[in-house]
């Protein structure tokens, strides 16, 4: 029985000296081969969060060449659209037939979309081959997360925080930098092609070194459900894509979208509950915990894409940043949300808590915004630095925790289907936080505009009211200093908009139970809150 129950182990557990009779050397091999298994998972992760950002870099670039300047958004619109409407689908997939399988088919689409989208001779081409590139995009974060929920216990999970939470800041920071560099030095095409010895190098990794059991389900996937979920996705991020901006929000096409994306949300919820292997299992919403961080990363994603998208837009337009270095204007934010992830890891992994956690970032989130809202025309860069670290530190303390505290509510045959959930709702919230609050953003710069600079401000504004660097420095003095005033005032309103949807997190946390996580004295499998055991998962020692 006791064998049994260590085979049932994850493999981080085993890995102490003497763990199953193996000397401790064995057990430092096996350490450092989930070492390189993680190395690749974070290689395949930076995949993901980097291609937009290097390809938005390179679009004005690939509109000169291919052409198709009204079809340009659509370029964004297709990957992120698939990404979304594939993101649950790949975790039910990896709970189904293998986690490892469903990760590696899904890194190799995306290679594959990577490739054609170089190759692409007309915007056509292009969008259909984001597409592509989207639906593989879909699985390499669940993939990352549902493997690292299978290969580390929670309790030990906390530890590696810093670093997924360290490829991020680098990828939103060095996303534009890299895009542009490759842009102007190898031509847009490496933006795409750049992908594919990453990608290469990943997937050998995986192949030889990951080795996790094999599964074979029985039951057929869900095509019905998944036709729906699609449906239901593809039409809400339609919505706030097109809305205030394609069409106008009371539009009968935005109209007919909602009730579509309605409908067939509902359809799907009413057949999960009828099929016999459901591609969102609604028991998993039981969970108090689960439902509460769905919750909380939505509005996270809310929050932290919006914060994105304003702040260097603000920076270019009032403090007279370089676009060029855009990226690092975000860096004491980026760089707070790493410390604090970073410690909140550790904290985690040595005491098993981490219930504070939410608490204290939804509480830093709110002040953050808050403060963000009150910048003006005569705001320094050090005060916008500071306010936007108070904002990071919020974000530090929930961007890893709530991936954390979501596997640790379900069972582990639920791992990759929590893992896409979470990741859902966090790619949601972001669509949605990009949408309202840049709608209300550029209503506001359009009325600003045309009190402070009358019909000039409304000519200047009625094409697009974000300006470029360019466009900015053509403008009349006048001109651009009730610009500058307008941009002001839409950031003031769109971070109070942000600080008033982050009350939800600060409430949801004071809910959250603190159930003991896995490998800190948890209950017995199948107790509130509990996950079943893992099953054996063996790494291969590097040569």
Not at 184 to 213: C, E, Q, T
Not at 288 to 309: C, D, E, H, K, Q
Not at 502 to 516: P, Q, R, T, W, Y
């Amino acid at each position: 029985m006791a064998d049994k129950t260590k085979a049932a182990e994850p493999a981080a557990e085993q890995a102490g000296p003497g763990a199953d009779g193996q000397p401790a050397a064995e057990g430092g091999k096996r350490q450092r081969s989930v070492r390189v298994v993680l190395l690749a998972l974070m290689l395949t992760m930076m995949l993901a969060m980097l291609d937009n950002m290097i390809v938005g870099t390179a679009m004005p670039t690939i509109v000169g060449d291919l052409g198709g300047l009204e079809h340009l958004s659509w370029v964004v619109t297709a990957y992120t659209l698939a990404t979304a409407a594939s993101t649950p689908i790949w975790g039910k997939l990896g709970d189904m037939y293998g986690r490892k399988g469903a990760f590696m088919t899904s890194i190799v689409i995306f290679l594959i979309g990577s490739a054609l989208s170089g190759m692409a001779q007309n915007m056509g081409e292009l969008i259909g081959f984001r597409a592509i590139q989207g639906l593989g995009a879909g699985g390499l974060m669940v993939g990352v997360m549902a493997i690292i929920g299978d290969l580390i216990p929670p309790r030990e999970r906390g530890k590696y925080q810093g670093m997924m939470a360290g490829i991020m800041a680098l990828a939103m920071i060095g996303g534009p930098l890299i895009g542009g560099t490759i842009t102007d030095n190898w031509g847009w095409r490496w933006s795409f092609y750049i992908n594919l010895p990453l990608g290469a190098v990943a997937l050998a990794a995986i192949s030889i070194v990951l080795h996790l059991p094999k599964k074979r389900s029985e039951t057929r996937i869900d095509y019905l459900g998944a036709a729906l979920l699609t449906v239901g996705i593809t039409s809400i991020v339609l919505v706030t894509t097109w809305g205030g901006t394609e069409y106008a929000w009371s539009s009968a096409r935005i109209m007919e979208l909602i009730g579509l994306g309605v409908a067939a949300l509902v359809g799907f919820v009413f057949w999960q509950t009828k099929a016999a292997e459901p591609i969102v299992p609604l028991h998993i919403f039981r969970s108090r915990n689960f439902t509460l961080m769905s919750i909380i990363g939505f509005v996270t994603g809310f929050a932290m894409f919006g914060a994105t998208l304003f702040l260097p837009l603000y920076q270019q337009a009032v403090q007279g940043a370089s676009a060029t270095n855009s990226g690092l204007l975000l860096l004491p934010m980026l760089g707070a949300m790493l410390v604090t992830s970073m410690v909140a890891g550790r904290v985690t992994t040595a005491t098993g808590r981490y219930k504070i956690f939410p608490v204290i970032g939804g509480v830093l989130m709110v002040i953050g915004l808050y403060l963000l809202s009150t910048m003006d025309t005569d705001t320094t860069r050090f005060m916008s630095g500071v306010y936007m670290a108070v904002l990071g530190l919020g974000m530090g303390c929930l961007m890893q925790v709530t991936m954390l505290v979501a596997q640790n509510s379900v069972e582990m045959k639920d791992m990759g289907v929590a893992s896409s959930s979470t990741t859902l709702f966090r790619t949601l919230g972001s669509s949605f936080g990009v949408a309202v609050m840049g709608a209300l953003f550029n209503s506001r710069v359009k009325d600003v505009m045309a009190e402070k600079a009358g019909a000039l401000g409304s000519k200047i504004t009625e094409q697009s009211p974000q300006l470029d660097a360019a466009s900015l420095a053509k403008l009349p003095a006048v001109a651009r200093e009730a610009y500058q005033h307008a941009v002001s005032a839409g950031t003031h309103t769109a971070f109070l908009l942000g600080a008033s949807v982050a009350v939800v997190v600060m409430i949801s946390s004071v809910f959250v139970k603190e159930v003991a996580l896995k490998g800190a004295g948890a209950p017995k499998p199948g107790a509130d809150g509990a996950p079943d055991e893992a099953p054996p998962i063996h790494i291969a020692e590097p040569v």
